[in-house]
């Protein structure tokens, strides 16, 4: 890997990295098979951008793939299936209620329920899909469960 790379944009850009930042994107696409120079560059500046405007959500890596996560807290699409819960359970609430219920039933503090809010608000196709994925797997669980259960005659 060279320490330059070209960014697809409108038009494509000659970036020159530092030596070390160029060793360690070496190393991340190696840890992300199937992710090019390219992709992975871009990748990490549209995370970063995104940090720049949302300063309380950083990217992680986990068991399900690459997904926002609030600085000390939990993955922004937790927070958003949980507000969605409360919205659904208390439909008479205000925005503040809203946020003082979740904060109370998650443990997480109103400023970074707040801050899963702003980042959901900026990116909710990414979250949503985040959420109905959960959703879908809850329910794969919950009907196998089920047939287990019917499986033992109870």
Known sequence: MTGAYTVGVASPSSIRFD?????RLSRFVAAHPGLSASAATNLLVDE???GEDHPLVVFRDGPAGRRARLV?????WEVARAVRSARDSEPDLDAQGVVE????TTGVGPRLVRAALEYWAAFPD????WVERADAEAAEAQERWLREQALLGR
């Open 19 to 23: 030596p070390r930042v160029a060793r």
């Open 48 to 50: 970063a951008l995104r």
């Open 72 to 76: 000390g807290g939990p993955d922004v």
């Open 101 to 104: 219920l979740v904060s109370e």
């Open 126 to 129: 990414e979250i949503d899909a």
